[in-house]
């Protein structure tokens, strides 16, 4: 088999911790073929850049390119503008690559003929408070039955995560749209399989991740993630599921609950009832944890739910307004 040369793209912004380690894992690829490594380098407020330059001069294949804004998209097509292969592999800067992820990417690629590849997003924490967002962020109850979180059997997907790409699909489709905050790759990659492409999961990608070090920087995440969810829902119509709307009705119901409560006490059930339900379900997931973790768990989920269905909810109408989808859709209307 000839194996082809591959750019890998990562937008990084305040990644100093973890840069070069990252970065490290991609040279260590156990790949056949040539490999490049482009930083999208975002004004970072530690040292960042530093550490990114000095990659650079240690080993040519390393380059760094300027993100002037700071936003992943944008530093994501800034990489991929300047890189020069034609697979393209998005990788996070505090992202840790299994030393065989290029190679399975390019096998399955090959092998299914399609646009985009991508594994399992692999919460791994270290602390008793991220050991157990991990659990709730791997398990159906917290995060519903996408694959790229829970596992599963490989094969065509809505989205992936991170991804390996055939340069002629991102191509085609223009890149990434810049104007999405958070939530980019979903919106992508339904732009990539409206255009007759095909994203395709294989759960022997596992990135590790580590989770949010504390409920509020978690909380903060999860509310973006809801709000933009929403976004992508406004403009591409059809998008929308029971697992996007679970975290929503279930902070209406809770709201209705509490208030409604004060007029007509039965209305309390709805609150008591979710914790109890958190609760329960938290109960599977504590298994192999270390005790301090354990009661951890419903605060997690929790978090990730109210969080989600808080973004969601209060998601404003303008926001995405400066999208492709968007200018499109007032284009037509005009």
Do not use: C
């Amino acid at each position: 088999m000839s194996w082809p040369p591959v750019s890998v793209v990562m937008p990084v912004l305040n990644e100093e911790r973890h840069l070069a380690a990252a970065v490290e894992h991609v040279l260590a690829q156990e790949y056949p073929g040539e490999l490049e490594v482009v930083l999208g380098v975002g004004p970072s407020t530690d040292r960042t850049r530093e550490v990114a330059d000095g990659l650079a001069a240690a080993d040519p294949r390393v380059r760094v390119v300027d993100n002037p804004t700071g936003r992943t998209p944008a530093g994501l097509n800034a990489a991929i503008g300047a890189s020069s292969h034609d697979i393209v592999a998005r990788i996070d800067g505090h992202a840790m690559m299994p030393s065989d992820y290029l190679r399975v990417a390019v096998e399955t690629l090959r092998e299914t003929g399609a646009d985009n590849v991508g594994g399992i997003m692999a919460a791994e924490g270290t602390t008793p408070w991220e050991r157990a967002v991990a659990a709730a962020m791997t398990s159906k109850v917290g995060v519903g039955n996408a694959r790229f979180h829970t596992g599963g059997e490989g094969g065509p997907a809505d989205t992936v995560y991170l991804g390996v790409f055939q340069r002629s699909a991102l191509r085609r489709v223009g890149g990434y749209d810049e104007a999405f905050l958070r939530a980019q790759d979903w919106e992508m990659n339904h732009r990539i399989r409206t255009t007759g492409g095909t994203v395709w999961f294989e759960p022997r990608m596992r990135v590790s991740y580590r989770p949010r070090r504390n409920v509020r920087l978690l909380a903060r995440q999860y509310f973006h993630y809801g709000r933009w969810r929403r976004v992508v829902a406004r403009q591409h119509k059809g998008t929308i599921n029971l697992r996007y709307l679970a975290p929503p009705v279930a902070v209406a119901g809770i709201l209705a609950g509490l208030v409604g409560g004060v007029f007509w006490w039965p209305l309390f059930l709805a609150p008591a009832a979710y914790l109890a339900l958190v609760t329960a379900a938290s109960a599977p997931l504590a298994k192999g944890l270390p005790a301090a973790s354990v009661p951890m768990i419903p605060l997690a989920l929790a978090t990730m739910h109210m969080s989600w269905g808080v973004g969601f909810i209060t998601s404003p109408p303008g926001l995405g307004s400066d999208s492709r989808a968007a200018r499109a859709s007032r284009s037509t209307r005009a």
